[in-house]
């Protein structure tokens, strides 16, 4: 189980995350909500050290992270990032990365890890891509080879953080249907979604963040009941269950129209 605890962290003196405390169990996919700049992105990268925790610790199955080590930790903890940087290097190459953890200096490849890394590029579908270079690839299969790297690690924990953008549909419900997956493979799947609707039909936890703090958390029914919606995105959830008992939730603004075309400044004179 991977745990924070009284977690204050960002990137200066002041803090992003204003303590932070959450479980994340095992078999479970948890949605990380929240508007923009609310601390999502902040409490992944905090997870792995990518930001200065000021406060508080992470713990991973009860021990504390700055104790596991580095190495350790991310033999254990795969993070799939919301950008970035590609350079001239080949799909294959870039894949084996995600075994980094496991080699010593200098770095060696065994079989092993090459056909870890084939199976994790043939299960995102990315194969036939092996020894194309990664930066003449389009944005949809860069994020691509990127979660095969992160599978290659072959982590107990998954982090993605927007793991959806640049995929088309089609991509993007096969990488829902890989984290589900994962959950019943007993993996710790943790995601940041923009997309509620998305959030709520696959997750099994939610937790909602506003302003660098928890506001809530819970099922997504809980969610959906406990008016958490209104008071951080100002909508209204609502749900239906279809003829084969999927449910599929949709959502109502509570502005309207001539609310949302306001500027900031008139929105202020009426305020006033």
Known sequence: MLKLENVSAGYGKAPVLSNITVEFSQ????????PNGSGKSTLLKAIVGLCQVQQGAVYLNGENREKIGNQKFAQQ???????HTAGAITVGRMVLHGRFPYLSYPR???????EICRK????????????????????????????????SGETDVFLFDEPTTYLDIHYQLELLHLMAQLKT?????VTVLHDLDVALRVSDFL??????????????????????????FQITAQSFVDREG?????FETNSSADDLLKTDSERRKTDE
């Open 246 to 250: 999927k449910k599929h939730f949709y």
């Open 77 to 83: 903890v795969s993070y799939l990032p919301q950008s």
């Open 108 to 114: 060696r490849y065994s079989k092993e890890d090459y």
């Open 120 to 151: 994790a590029m043939e299960k995102i579908g990315i194969l036939s891509l092996c020894d194309k270079k990664v930066d003449e690839l389009s944005g949809g299969q860069r994020q691509k080879v990127y979660l095969a790297m992160a599978l």
């Open 207 to 232: 937790v909602v963040m506003q302003d660098g703090a928890i506001v809530s958390s819970g099922t997504p029914q809980e969610i959906q009941d406990n008016g958490v919606m209104e008071q951080v």
């Open 27 to 34: 078999g479970r996919v948890t949605t990380v909500i929240g």
């Open 185 to 189: 493979q007993g993996k710790t799947v």
